[in-house]
T-cell receptor, first 115, second 113 residues
Framework: DVKVTQSSRYLVKRTGEKVFLECVQD?????MFWYRQDPGLGLRLIYF???????EKGDIPEGYSVSREKKERFSLILESASTNQTSMYLC??????????????FGEGSRLTVL | AQSVTQPDIHITVSEGASLELRCNYS??????LFWYVQSPGQGLQLLLK??????LVQGIKGFEAEFKRSQSSFNLRKPSVHWSDAAEYFC???????????FGTGTRLLVSP
């Protein structure tokens, strides 16, 4: 079974703290993504990576950075958390070849609360 | 740039009744189209996708969707809804040779007894 694992389901942090959200996939997928999900706004793309050490800004990259040192791992970093970053964060991966091309596989999400 | 509109925020359907969730997209060429479902507290699961060919596509859990180029629509349907279908449904569009998907704002489906 394909699997995308997000290390933390629930996090509570204080304003100004540095936050790391980790995502690991076991499918040898080239592409990985970080979305944030907010009620009424759907999923908005923060960053994506189409290969190791490669990254592209999505639609809402401000306040975030990412790291992809290994193919299976894609980390989202909040350098200085703010209350408006309270949200559900979803990681996804995708293959660029094969019958599942295009399909995103999602983790279960990390719900971050910034106080 | 691509965009997706899901005009219905909430829909309530009686168990056993038919369902149609609307999705309209904006994209200049033939898109890749997807429907995903999210159960409470879970990530998103793919229901079905359209890349090319037959415009009526079948998915998991008895869902189907029809691509209508003239209407820029990709509506999701199910002939008989079950209580377990209560969830949030997202339509998404991607460009050919794409790197990212653009999602709609979602439709929350409630199923009444």
């Amino acid at each position: 079974d394909v699997k995308v694992t997000q290390s933390s389901r629930y996090l509570v942090k204080r304003t100004g703290e540095k936050v790391f959200l980790e995502c690991v996939q076991d499918m040898d997928h080239e592409n990985m993504f970080w979305y944030r999900q907010d009620p009424g706004l759907g999923l908005r793309l923060i960053y994506f990576s189409y290969d190791v050490k490669m990254k592209e800004k999505g639609d809402i990259p401000e306040g975030y950075s990412v790291s992809r040192e290994k193919k299976e791992r894609f980390s989202l970093i909040l350098e200085s958390a703010s209350t408006n970053q309270t949200s559900m964060y979803l990681c996804a991966s995708r293959s660029q070849s094969g019958e599942n091309t295009g399909e995103l596989f999602f983790g279960e999400g990390s719900r971050l609360t910034v106080l | 740039a691509q965009s997706v509109t899901q005009p219905d925020i909430h829909i309530t359907v009686s168990e056993g009744a038919s369902l149609e969730l609307r999705c309209n997209y904006s994209y200049g060429a033939t898109p890749y189209l997807f429907w995903y479902v999210q159960s409470p507290g879970q990530g998103l699961q793919l229901l079905l996708k359209y890349f090319s060919g037959d415009t009526l596509v079948q998915g998991i859990k008895g869902f189907e969707a029809e691509f209508k180029r003239s209407q820029s629509s990709f509506n999701l349907r199910k002939p008989s809804v079950h209580w377990s279908d209560a969830a949030e449904y997202f339509c998404a569009v991607g460009a050919r040779g794409f790197q990212k998907l653009v999602f709609g704002t979602g439709t929350r489906l409630l199923v009444s007894p």
